[in-house]
């Protein structure tokens, strides 16, 4: 009796698992990232699209990253399913791979969001930045903001 149910169990589960990832595959999109303010050619610009659990962290489920372009430079981030994310970059000229900063904490490169917010009394909030997007992707135009 117990055989049953579990084989019965495990049918089930194979019968599902190659469903789960065409599924996702099929609806993911990419998404090209207008930089603007783009302020030399030193490094990368890198992009990260981050849902609400890794906004602000250096884990973005989706990132992506291209040659500094003086002026402007598009990046693009591929594979992203469709739902709500912050869109976050920042001009890597040493290519560290952080947002290095003063000593008092403020970004000493390049910096910028979706949405463009305020940025004068810190980081905005995940609502502030948020955008949806569709199992087409899409196309989200941040500008840098440089602090002195």
């Known amino acids: ?3 049953g149910i579990i084989r019965r169990g ?17 609806e993911a999109a990419r998404v090209d990232v207008v930089v603007t303010n783009v302020q ?8 990260g699209l981050c849902p609400r659990e890794t906004f602000l962290e250096t884990d973005c ?7 500094a372009t003086k002026g402007e430079t598009i990046v693009t981030v591929t594979s992203v399913p469709p739902g709500t994310y912050a869109v976050q970059v920042f001009h890597d000229e ?35 930045v948020a955008i949806k997007l569709g199992p087409e ?12």
């Open 1 to 3: 009796m117990g055989t």
């Open 10 to 26: 495990i049918a089930l589960l194979l019968i599902a698992l190659p469903l789960a990832p065409s599924a996702t595959a099929a």
């Open 40 to 47: 030399n050619t030193l490094g990368h610009v890198r992009v």
């Open 61 to 67: 489920p989706y990132e992506a990253n291209g040659p």
């Open 94 to 128: 040493n290519d560290n791979h952080k947002v290095d900063r003063s000593l008092v904490g403020i970004p000493t490169e390049g910096v910028g969001f979706s949405k463009d917010p305020s940025l004068t009394f810190g980081p905005p909030s995940f609502e502030d």
């Open 137 to 148: 992707g899409g196309k989200v135009t941040v500008r840098l903001r440089h602090f002195p």
